[in-house]
């Protein structure tokens, strides 16, 4: 039986050494090999081909993000420009008024005063920023944007109105009685609707400080109709929060992401080229 076995890896090794050592065979083995080659680097040709077609795409796709983006700031601009209106009869009506200047009669409710927040200072609708995570508004302190129930004085309506900024040391109502006022007033301010909950921000529980803009719950919990004004700068109180805190800028990051992927189509052709073709 190892005879056999012995026999048998002995003519297989002849075989082998007989194929290789044949002309005609060798020389299909070499085209073989050669196809083999030509075939593997056929493929890497087009998938390397992926990646400057696709970075290019998403450049272009970039250009039209950019001219969405600046026709965007453009309208907010635009909008909160246009001449004061009068808050509609129908409420309804004021969900195609956002960011439309609106002017109200009556006064606050500072007794149901709550909070949102923690907001950096705007001015001119946008963020003073030093560079870090705080506002440079009021020495870079953090700070709360203060909502009032406001009591209409020609009908029997409650709305809440965002009367603008308080730094942190002054949330406590207590250090600025000067501003609350309580007499009768017109105040002009910006329709605003609720705003998506930002990813890792908790839903609202339970007390008088609120994350984000809903308005659905905060005019429940308050006890008002769904109707939010930001209080323009022109209706701020001596000694109250700072109004105007609307923001109508939006981060616009467009071109360095065009400039990104271009460039990368760019170098990547340039290697695929060098590589495949020349």
Partial sequence: MANCKTGVMIGTMLLRRSLHTSPRISRYLRQNEILRG?????????????????????????????KWKESLIEELQTKTNLPTVN????????????YRRVQVRG???HSREMYLGPRSFLKGGDSISTGGLMSAG??????????????????????LVNRGWVSQDQKNPATRKQGQVTQEIVLEGIVR???????????YQSGNTWSYRNLSE????????????????????????????????????????????????A????????????
């Fill in 87 to 98: 808050l509609p009869e129908e409420l309804f009506e004021l969900n195609d008024l956002e």
């Fill in 38 to 66: 030509n075939k593997e680097s056929s493929l890497a040709k087009y998938a390397f081909l992926t990646i400057p077609v696709t970075t290019l795409g998403l450049g272009l796709w970039q250009i039209s993000r950019l």
């Fill in 218 to 265: 905060m005019s429940t919990v308050m006890g008002t109709s769904p109707v939010y004004l930001d209080a323009c700068v022109d209706s701020d109180v001596p000694g109250g929060p700072i109004g105007g805190q609307t923001r109508i800028t939006m981060r616009n990051e467009h071109l360095s992401y065009i400039l990104t992927w271009l460039g990368i189509s």
């Fill in 138 to 159: 009021a020495g870079g302190k953090s700070g709360y944007y203060v909502i009032t129930p406001f009591i209409l004085s020609d009908r029997n309506l409650e709305i």
């Fill in 107 to 109: 006064h606050f409710d």
């Fill in 267 to 278: 170098g990547s052709s340039v290697l695929w080229w060098k590589q495949f073709v020349k």
């Fill in 193 to 203: 609707h609720s705003e998506p909950r930002p990813t890792f921000v908790p839903k």
